[in-house]
C-alpha cells in the first residue's frame, strides 16, 4: 500500500514490480504495462454517484451532466477512462 502516491508511479520508478489499483488510475501512467483486471471473485467494485446540491447554482446544467454521463453517447469515454459504465433500468430516474 503506496499513501499518497500512485501505484503506478512507484512501479514506473522500478521501486515495485507489480502494483494493484483501479484501471482508471493506471492509465494515464507511463512506464507501466497494464496487463488487466483482477479476476471478478477478488474485484472489489466502487460505484460512483452523482447528485445536485440544493443551493446549487446551476441545477438544470448539473441535471444535463448527469444526463449525459448516464446516456449511450458517453459509454465510449466512459470504457476508454478505464471505468464500465452501469445501464440505468428502463423508466427509472
Known amino acids: 500500500?503506496?499513501?499518497?502516491?500512485?501505484?503506478?508511479?512507484?512501479?514506473?520508478?522500478?521501486?515495485?514490480?507489480?502494483?494493484?489499483?483501479?484501471?482508471?488510475?493506471?492509465?494515464?501512467?507511463?512506464?507501466?504495462?497494464?496487463?488487466?483486471?483482477?479476476?471478478?471473485?477478488?474485484?472489489?467494485?466502487?460505484?460512483f454517484s452523482a447528485g445536485i446540491l440544493t443551493g446549487s447554482k446551476e441545477p438544470e446544467a448539473a441535471k444535463s451532466l448527469i444526463a449525459f454521463l448516464s446516456s449511450p453517447s458517453a459509454t465510449q469515454a466512459i470504457i476508454a477512462s478505464g471505468l464500465e459504465p452501469i445501464t440505468r433500468p428502463p423508466n427509472s430516474k
Open 1 to 47: 500500500m503506496i499513501p499518497a502516491e500512485p501505484v503506478g508511479l512507484v512501479v514506473a520508478r522500478g521501486e515495485a514490480e507489480i502494483g494493484f489499483q483501479q484501471i482508471s488510475e493506471l492509465k494515464p501512467i507511463s512506464g507501466i504495462e497494464l496487463v488487466g483486471p483482477l479476476p471478478d471473485q477478488v474485484q472489489k467494485i466502487t460505484i
